[in-house]
């Protein structure tokens, strides 16, 4: 296959794997968190920032994922 | 639909280079300088300087004004984490470097918003630049308040663990750069991308209502990612200070 054909396939599965991760771990870590509130209002403030560092933390591979996505689509033109 | 080289031509009012690196030749070695990451920087650094020095002139302790508020709650609020996470006696010497990567951090996400320049976090020598800033700060903090008695905690508590406190060791700060980066440049290309997206008026309607949705999300996304990387560092000299059992 040409290089173009093969990068941009490479692209778009980097982009849907990476979002389909940030999808599920973001998904489990905010259901956690509103658990968390649901059962004791008064530490919303702790979990709240946690449930952010978290969400941050989680991102960051889904991230890389798409910056790699991104150098492929230049190369789509063959 | 336009192409993404294209849209970047059609958006460089100010001229930078394409695909810009300036060679220099030292001695024998081979240097290589990007003028719109240094440029910016500096820009950046001049915001900074100016709002900091503009904000405390003057400053007053019983009737705060105006911009001095500010800089006082981004003061305790980095205050409140670094006290959170180690005793405060040994970080009050952290408190200083963490609160000047929180603003520089926070203000070169948020420069890249404006519509013709762009981040100098965007560029992966910037942050690899303060992710090894915090290598060093382990380090140091580790081997001041524990002597080299530090290096023990390598092969604690079996001597087989030794890789895999290594790789950790070395992963602090590629996960902290590559964060960063990918956040900021996936951000800013993104934006180019939606301006072309509907049809040939780049300038006027293609795609402008959604770039905007996206420079809107784009805000929180520069303050969360200063905000983390912050919190990281003081975690990992925090970790590399405490003393546990």
Same mark, same amino acid.
């Given at each position: 296959m040409?290089?173009g054909?093969?990068a +941009?396939?490479?692209?778009?599965?980097?982009?849907?794997?990476?979002a389909?991760? +940030?999808?599920?771990?973001?998904g489990?870590?905010?259901? +956690?968190a509103?658990s968390g509130?649901?059962?004791q209002?008064?530490?919303?403030?702790?979990?709240?920032t946690?449930?952010?560092?978290s969400?941050?933390?989680?991102?960051?591979?889904p991230?890389?994922g798409v910056?790699?996505?991104?150098?492929?689509?230049?190369?789509?033109g063959? | 639909?336009?192409s993404?080289e294209?849209?970047?031509?059609?958006l460089?009012?100010?001229?930078w280079?394409?695909n810009?690196s300036?060679?220099?030749?030292v001695?024998?070695?081979?240097?290589?300088f990007?003028p719109k990451t240094l440029?910016?920087?500096w820009?950046?650094?001049a915001?900074? *300087?100016?709002?900091?020095?503009?904000a405390?002139r003057g400053?007053?302790l019983?009737?705060?004004?105006?911009?001095q508020?500010?800089v006082?709650m981004i003061?305790?609020?980095i205050?409140?984490?670094?006290?959170d996470?180690?005793d405060?006696?040994k970080g /009050?010497a952290l408190l200083?470097?963490v609160?000047t990567y929180f603003?520089f951090?926070l203000?070169s996400?948020? *420069?890249g918003?404006?519509?013709?320049?762009?981040?100098?976090t /965007?560029?992966?020598n910037?942050?690899?630049g303060? =992710?090894l800033c915090?290598?060093?700060?382990i380090y140091?903090?580790?081997i001041?308040?524990k002597?080299?008695?530090y290096?023990k905690?390598?092969?604690t508590p079996?001597v087989?663990f030794l890789?895999?406190?290594i790789?950790?060791d070395?992963?602090?700060?590629i996960?902290?750069?590559?964060r960063?980066?990918g956040? *900021?440049?996936?951000?800013e290309?993104?934006l /180019?991308v939606?301006?072309g997206?509907?049809g040939?008026w780049?300038h006027?309607?293609?795609?402008?209502?959604?770039?905007?949705?996206?420079l809107?999300f784009?805000i929180f996304?520069?303050?969360i990612q =200063?905000?983390?990387?912050?919190?990281?560092s003081i975690?990992?000299v925090s970790q590399a200070?405490?003393?546990?059992?």
């Open positions: 040409e290089v054909a093969g +941009a396939l490479g692209a778009a599965l980097a982009v849907g794997l990476a389909l991760g +940030a999808g599920i771990g973001d489990l870590v905010s259901s +956690a509103v509130i649901a059962r209002p008064e530490a919303k403030g702790n979990i709240m946690l449930m952010f560092i969400v941050g933390l989680i991102e960051a591979m991230i890389i910056v790699i996505a991104f150098m492929l689509f230049g190369k789509v063959g | 639909m336009l993404l294209h849209v970047e031509e059609q460089n009012i100010w001229g280079p394409h810009g300036w060679e220099l030749l001695g024998n070695t081979h240097l290589q990007n440029i910016m920087t820009i950046t650094m915001v900074v *300087i100016i709002f900091v020095v503009a405390t400053m007053s019983r009737k705060p004004k105006g911009a508020n500010i006082e003061w305790e609020f205050r409140g984490l670094v006290n996470n180690m405060p006696k /009050a200083s470097i609160v603003i951090i203000f996400n948020l *420069i918003l404006v519509p013709t320049l762009s981040s100098p /965007a560029d992966y910037t942050n690899l303060l =992710a915090t290598f060093l700060l140091i903090f580790g001041r308040y002597g080299l008695r290096f905690h390598y092969i079996f087989f890789p895999i406190t790789i950790e070395l992963s602090k700060p996960t902290l750069t590559f960063l980066y956040n *900021i440049y996936a951000g290309v993104l /180019a939606l301006l997206l509907l040939g780049l006027v309607f293609g795609g402008f209502v959604t770039s905007v949705i996206w809107a784009s996304v520069g303050c =200063a905000f983390i990387f912050t919190m990281l975690v990992y200070v405490s003393e546990e059992h």
